[in-house]
């Protein structure tokens, strides 16, 4: 298996709900990433975990919770999100931390 | 505070064309390039650049850095409609975690 795989590939929520995107891959990479892209826009990082640990938080929002149960999986909570937030969410591994990323088809989300 | 810029931020050419995407990049700590081309959802891959000089290809494209004058190029040659896309680039500092920063992306679009 060598890809990056998210679910749902689409999403739309009100702002009271609570959600939660899923990425999964089964590379062996120890490092996964999410990013948030908005349209006409470049990604922007969100989080980076390595070894299943948190390591780069880039002052996202509380709104947005991510969890890294295990090496394969990465999940991304979201609650009482803004129309704002609306965007495309991309989740991404690597073999390690310094490794090329390889991203996920991701997860279109409308907040409404 | 890092930065790329791509130029042109978009490009119509006929099937058949050669194009050259450019890619300016202010970065602490350089360590790496990296091309990606993202169709409809996710980035796919194209390659990674950390020395000077050295051209990477894979089929009808090509790229090169250029570590002195901080920028990259990106060819394509004898254009298909299959090669529409975002191209993005992005450059890595070293800090320990592969943190990349977009640029806003060349929109190419081949017409038949």
């Known amino acids: 298996d060598t890809e990056v795989t998210q679910t749902p590939k689409h999403l739309v929520m009100g702002m009271t709900n609570k959600k939660s995107l899923k990425c999964e891959q089964h590379?062996?990479?120890?490092?996964m990433y999410w990013y948030k892209q908005k349209a006409k826009k470049p990604p922007e990082l969100m989080f980076v975990?390595?070894?299943?640990?948190?390591?780069i938080n880039e002052s996202v929002p509380s709104r947005f919770s991510p969890e890294c149960p295990n090496s394969s999986l990465l999940n991304l909570h979201l609650h009482a999100l803004q129309p704002e937030d609306s965007a495309l969410y991309l989740c991404?591994?690597?073999?390690?931390?310094?490794?090329?990323?390889?991203f996920g088809p991701g997860t279109r989300l409308t907040v409404l | 505070e890092d930065k790329v810029v791509q130029s042109p931020l978009s490009l119509v050419v006929h099937e058949g064309d050669t194009v050259t995407l450019n890619c300016s990049y202010e970065?602490?700590?350089?360590?790496?390039l990296l091309w990606y081309k993202q169709e409809k959802k996710a980035p796919t891959f194209l390659f990674m650049l950390?020395?000077?000089?050295i051209e990477k290809k894979s089929g009808r494209l090509s790229s090169i850095l250029d570590k002195k004058e901080l920028f990259s190029i990106l060819n394509i040659t004898a254009t298909q409609t299959g090669d529409s896309a975002i191209y993005l680039c992005?450059?890595?500092?070293?800090?320990?975690?592969?943190?990349?920063?977009f640029g806003t992306g060349t929109r190419l679009l081949v017409s038949p």
């Open positions: 991404a591994s690597s073999q390690d931390p310094q490794g090329t990323q390889y």
């Open positions: 590379m062996g990479h120890r490092a």
């Open positions: 975990y390595s070894y299943e640990k948190l390591s």
């Open positions: 970065v602490t700590n350089f360590r790496s």
């Open positions: 950390t020395s000077s000089g």
């Open positions: 992005a450059v890595e500092g070293n800090t320990g975690f592969q943190k990349l920063v």
